[in-house]
């Protein structure tokens, strides 16, 4: 069954993305010396070790991300910006942009296209899933996007991707969503991350 | 080498306890009906699957807990209360008691005594590692007494067991601790639960 899947690398104290994120730092201050990305060392480092699941993460027929995590670019569509990714996006699939600033969609290589979605998170859902055609629908984040999915109850699944060291402060999993029963599916350890995998059974 | 471990029981979103502790509640409102300890039901509806991680938890020769693991009475001891595990804890070790109030010590069936600190954690971790007599020291809890232990550079070792809900407020790990360096020891899963174990490389 098609299912709505958030998926999401976070700190061990729960943060995505630490504060001041730039063009350089896609990820605001992580902690690290800015020339890297420690959140996802993990994919980058590592990835022979987390090929499963980063080919599950792959595996979505949509996506839905919010607009930090398509780019630094505040308020209108100013300057070019066509995400982080490069020519060629690793979503090879639609991928629909919260926004408040309307915009025509783009087309990229390899099958991504990126469309921006002015309505909200269950007009977003609505148009990723038909784009889906019976495939999974991924939340890729950032966790304001997760947070306000699993909020509203939109969530099936979690894929957290948990790694070893603290940030204290930024953007915070959970934060301001009502408490959550889950019931764990998956968990495994690899040397630089744990992947812990819930099915979410309801906010109560 | 001796070690000092840190071992806790949190939410998925990090919360050791909810708000509102009580003597009928010790973990405050942890989303239940009050029946029973949802944070570690682990612990007990499932003893067999995670027998190694509660041996492993038992296995320090001395302890150290804040006042409120220990029990609900505030302020002055101004009634009997000695922790709520009955005549015959399962420390069977010195438990050095974090506390603002004087009390003399208190011995219990099994080899448990309650010791009583009143000058900080500096001076509980001497007198706990005096006491374990080369043997590992472990804090207990809460979450408040561990992230001292944490902010001070105090701790080698921090095991976490994380279980499938969230709680959304009450007393958070690492809530206050300065971004912290981790080394995945180890991780594994049960039914109810996901330990997983780091090293402490460092406040930064």
Redesign the interface.
């Known amino acids: 069954m098609s299912k709505v899947i958030c998926d999401i690398t976070v700190s ?3 943060y995505s993305a630490g504060h001041d994120q730039t063009e350089e730092r896609p990820f605001g201050d992580d ?1 690290g010396d800015g020339s890297g990305n420690r959140l996802h060392a993990w994919m980058f480092d590592t990835p022979d070790e987390n090929r499963a699941e980063v080919d599950r993460m792959a595996a979505a027929r949509a996506f839905i991300m919010g607009r930090n995590m398509f780019g630094p670019v505040r308020g209108a569509w100013d300057r070019p910006w066509n995400g982080w990714w490069g020519d060629d996006p690793p979503f090879h699939a639609p991928v629909f942009v919260l926004t408040h600033h309307a915009r025509e969609p783009r087309s990229m290589d390899g099958g991504t296209t990126f469309h921006f979605v002015t309505d909200g998170i269950t007009s977003a859902l609505a148009q990723a899933r038909a784009a889906a055609g019976g495939g999974d629908v991924a939340i890729q984040g950032g966790a304001n996007t997760i947070n306000q999915f699993l909020a509203a109850g939109l969530a099936d699944e979690l894929r ?1 991707h ?1 790694v ?5 402060a930024g953007t915070r ?2 934060e301001g ?8 599916v ?4 690899a ?4 992947h ?1 995998t ?1 099915r979410v059974l309801s906010p ?1």
């Not at 070893?164 to 204290?168: D, K």
């Not at 969503?177 to 764990?184: A, K």
């Not at 040397?191 to 744990?194: E, G, I, P, Y």
């Open positions: 061990v104290d729960g902690g957290l948990v070893p060291f603290t940030l204290g999993l959970f969503v009502p408490p959550l029963e889950l019931e764990q998956s968990s495994r350890s040397s630089l991350v744990t812990v819930y109560r």
